[in-house]
């Protein structure tokens, strides 16, 4: 079945540095969704990457879709507290019902 | 608009013993999920529905059982509860397939669940 790897596992960072994470598919993936997830929270949704190649950019958070549609990257520049969280992406292939997650990235930011 | 509602938030059962997670939307969506989130393993998912009346098996379907006898309802069954089954489990909708935000998620805000 459709596997969804997701790199880092973990990251720990000083605030005002960068952090990116990284999801890889082992299929096409006709589009990708990130979430969040504040700890004690429920995921909640950031963003959803179509086409291939696709970039987008919501203030410090820099989204990427690959070319062959395999793997997306969130890319947030200088972290801030209020970034702490797990970042999960989500895959959906050919069948569209389902969305496959990624582990997740828990980022803790350094005050 | 409640969103999506789950209850009960925190369960204490013992092995054995049968318990069910309730998961109620108003959004009027067709598809519903049901996760279980343990640590370092992500979000999977156990089983969901794509309309009312339907169910399917997800990744991790063993020991549990699901209706959908009403669109704004998906109930997620433990039997016989095991260890095994000690998780945090999140509902989520969403509206179906489609352009634009018809495949986004909306979690509730999830049930926590110990088995002894």
């Known amino acids: 079945g459709q596997q969804v790897m997701q790199i880092p596992q973990y990251q720990h960072v000083q605030e005002g540095e960068d952090f990116t994470t990284y999801c890889n598919s082992s299929t096409t993936l006709s589009n990708i969704q990130w979430y969040k997830q504040r700890p004690g929270g429920h995921p909640v949704f950031l963003i959803q990457l179509v086409k291939s190649g696709e970039v987008k950019k919501q203030k410090r958070l820099t989204f990427q879709f690959g070319e062959a549609k395999k793997n997306s990257s969130l890319h947030i520049t200088a972290t801030q507290t209020t970034d702490v969280g797990t970042y999960f992406c989500?895959?959906?292939?050919?069948?569209?019902?389902?969305?496959?997650f990624g582990k997740g990235t828990l980022l803790t930011v350094n005050p | 608009n409640a969103g999506v509602t789950q209850t009960p938030k925190f369960r204490v059962l013992k092995t054995g013993q049968s318990m069910t997670l309730l998961c109620a939307q108003d959004?009027?969506?067709?598809?519903m999920y049901w996760y279980r989130q343990d640590p370092g393993m992500g979000l999977r998912l156990i089983h969901y529905s794509v309309g009312e009346g339907t169910t399917a098996k997800g990744e991790v379907p063993d020991g549990y059982n699901v209706s959908r006898l009403k669109k704004q309802n998906f109930l997620l069954g433990l039997e016989s509860a095991a260890p095994s089954q000690t998780s945090v489990y999140f509902c989520?909708?969403?509206?179906?397939?489609?352009?634009?935000?018809?495949?986004?998620?909306?979690f509730g805000a999830g049930s926590r669940l110990t088995v002894l």
């Open positions: 989520a909708s969403r509206k179906g397939q489609g352009a634009g935000g018809a495949n986004v998620l909306t």
């Open positions: 959004m009027n969506h067709e598809y």
């Open positions: 989500a895959g959906s292939g050919g069948s569209n019902y389902k969305l496959t």
